[in-house]
């Protein structure tokens, strides 16, 4: 019997509205604080709507959109270790700096790895013959 309350307590919902409201914060946060986040949301938004304009196949449009939540994914990455780091010290220190390097070369990885996804999906339709 007690092994039954154990599953109970981990599926159970309590506070998952909470966490609902507090991860949107974190979007919210980064769209309103952070100059790349709107960039790269603006430019998501985009690219999807460019791919409903091109009538791209379901498999092109999951791609496009798994595409585009990477690069998401990356800059809120990116954006947490950069206030993680900040938070702790101010001090210059050339592992925190690379640390700050490493987690920007991650968004421009995935941004490259975007663009190229992009221009498969896209050339055929903007370069018709």
Do not use: P, Q, W
């Amino acid at each position: 019997m007690r092994r039954f309350k154990v599953f109970r307590r981990i599926f159970h919902f309590h506070g998952f509205l909470e966490s609902l409201t507090l991860a949107l914060n974190g979007i919210v946060y980064l769209f309103l604080y952070h100059r790349n986040m709107r960039i790269i949301f603006l430019t998501g938004i985009a690219a999807f709507l460019l791919g409903i304009y091109f009538r791209l196949k379901g498999i092109e449009l999951i791609t496009l959109c798994l595409t585009i939540t990477v690069v998401f994914m990356a800059e809120m990455f990116n954006t947490a270790i950069e206030l993680l780091i900040d938070m702790t010290t101010r001090k210059y220190h050339t592992l925190i700096k690379l640390v700050k390097d490493i987690a920007a070369a991650v968004v421009l990885l995935a941004s490259l790895n975007a663009v190229a996804v992009g221009i498969i999906l896209f050339s055929k339709h903007i370069f018709k013959k």
